[in-house]
């Protein structure tokens, strides 16, 4: 590294594997500009937000964004000749830190090429893949290759610690975003919906093979809805990429949509709508923290449900559920994941006054355990990363690059 680079900070090479991480990733850059005072550099892999804060994303991510056992068998091919150019640009950059963000599919992978070749770039881990959920087994397979992993949750830390590999609570950055402070009341009046009218949020999924399998069920229930709801009005916050085939294919449904991109676009949804139906995700988490009344949806090919089946181990899918211990947010699932439930479901959190302050109570517990608001994750995991590269300095450079607060 030159001189010239020393000054402007350290090379963070930072890889989102899929939207969320897309997410987590933006709010870890802002961290890492906040803790070296803007003296930082970044190369990697991202997506939308990570754009924003300055990262020229290696190849797009919409290529790596794929799901489940047997779908990613078509894409296997592209993954490899992506894998092995991330590690090819990796070599070539010679970052000080290799970040990398859940999909340990790909990011797995990425970490056993960076030991068996030797690349002195401390390796880091961020948001633990489930072993509690399923698939204990992958402890030993993560310790094995990073160097520090990052966690969401505070129980996650000693099952990996157990097998040899440092970890760290950070938090959940959900808790940073502003899902709690959309304005209800201006998105309807921008989107000329009047304030008595129905109001659904439907989240089909942010990759476009689940949302391409998803979508034809969400309408269907949506049709459903407005036979009965004459008035009804939808609205589908998405990621650009995606808008125009959303608008191409909600053309023809019964009710008028409104596709809006971007955070503000999203959260003010989320303050202005009765309820949502969301595919299984993070957005959960965001919809407790906006209090709507939501339900989950998922359906994957059947193969792999069958051995996913097999694998968990926990009785939840639905991380606010799994917070609770206890079903707080219906999940419709596989053979549940029809039209007909989905509507019946959706009806109630819309108009049952009963079923809604029951689960916006339980939501607030919900975010209540999530922690963090003083000291934000995406700071403490900043500092986590910084703090790492100086125990690789001497010195000067040590100091140098060592995080402004403590961790």
Known sequence: MTTTDQDQGPLIYIIAGEPSGDQLGAQIMRGLKIETAGRVRFAGIGGEQMAEEGLNSLVPLTELAVMGFLEVIPSALRILRRLRQTLADI?????????????????????????????PAVRLHYVAPMVWA??????????????HLMCLWPFEPPLFEAAGLASSHVGHPVIETPAGAGNGPAFRQAHDIAAEAPLLVVLPGSRRGEVRRLLPVFAAAVEKLADRHPDLRVVIPTLTYLRSYLLDETASWPVEVSVVTGQSGKFDAFAAANAAIAASGTVSLELAMAGTPHLIAYRVNGLTAEIAKRLVTVRFADMVNILLDRPAIPELLQTECTPAKLAETAERLMTDETTRRDQRAAMAEAVSQLGGRDDPPSRRAARLILSKIALERDGEKCARFSPKIPL
Request: glycine share 12%; net charge positive.
């Open 134 to 147: 399923w698939n204990a087994g992958r402890v030993h397979h993560v310790a094995a290759r990073v160097d």
């Open 91 to 119: 070599a070539l950059k010679r970052p000080d830190a290799v970040v990398t963000i859940d999909s340990w599919g790909f990011t797995g992978r990425i970490h056993a090429g960076l030991k068996k070749a030797g690349n």
